[in-house]
């Protein structure tokens, strides 16, 4: 039986915008999943959501 994680792991932040590709990004709002382009003034988050690891 496997444990089931309990809270999120810290991720690293992200390096550029995935939608314009510059690295120009702050953090954007009170959460902190948040980010904001000063190149493209996008607002994005970032979520995992597989590792390519199958059981």
């Known amino acids: 039986m496997t444990e089931e ?3 999120r792991t810290r991720q ?3 390096f550029h915008c995935p939608y314009c590709g ?3 990004i ?3 709002g009170e959460s902190t999943d948040g980010w904001r382009c000063a190149a493209c003034l996008r607002a ?3 979520r995992l ?3 390519g690891v199958r059981e």
Do not use: Y
Request: zero cysteines.
């Open 44 to 46: 994005f988050t970032v």
């Open 12 to 14: 690293l932040p992200p």
């Open 5 to 7: 994680p309990t809270g």
């Open 22 to 24: 510059d690295e120009e």
């Open 26 to 28: 702050s953090p954007h």
């Open 49 to 51: 959501l597989a590792t």
